[in-house]
C-alpha cells in the first residue's frame, strides 16, 4: 500500500462523519431556535378568532338590506290585516 492511498484513506474517513462533540450539536439546535420569534401573549387570539372572515362592504350592505326587507314584511303584512278589518266592518 503506498503512503499515499492511507493518506487519502484517511482524508475519507474524516469526511464521511461530521466532528461535532454534543456541546457543538445543543449550540447548534439553540441557534437555530433562537432565530424562530416567540409568539406575544399579550394580543394574543384564539384560532377561532384568527380565522373569523370580517365581512366585506357588500356582505353589510346585503345584511342591512335583507333586515330592511323583512321589517317592510311585515309592515305590509299588517297593513293587508287591517285593510281586511276595514272591509269586515264595511260589510257590517
Known amino acids: 500500500m503506498s503512503n499515499a492511498w492511507n493518506q487519502t ?3 475519507k474517513r474524516l469526511a ?3 466532528m461535532t462533540t454534543p456541546e457543538y450539536n445543543e449550540w447548534w439546535v439553540r441557534r437555530i431556535n433562537d432565530n424562530i420569534p416567540e409568539q406575544s ?3 394574543s387570539q384564539s384560532i377561532e378568532e384568527h380565522l373569523q ?3 366585506s362592504e357588500l356582505e353589510i350592505i346585503k345584511q342591512d338590506f335583507e333586515r330592511r326587507n323583512a321589517e317592510l314584511e ?3 303584512e299588517r297593513m293587508e290585516e287591517e285593510n281586511m278589518n276595514l272591509r269586515l266592518d264595511a260589510d257590517v
Open 53 to 55: 372572515v370580517v365581512p
Open 41 to 43: 401573549h399579550e394580543n
Open 9 to 11: 484513506r484517511r482524508m
Open 16 to 18: 464521511v462523519g461530521p
Open 74 to 76: 311585515k309592515k305590509i
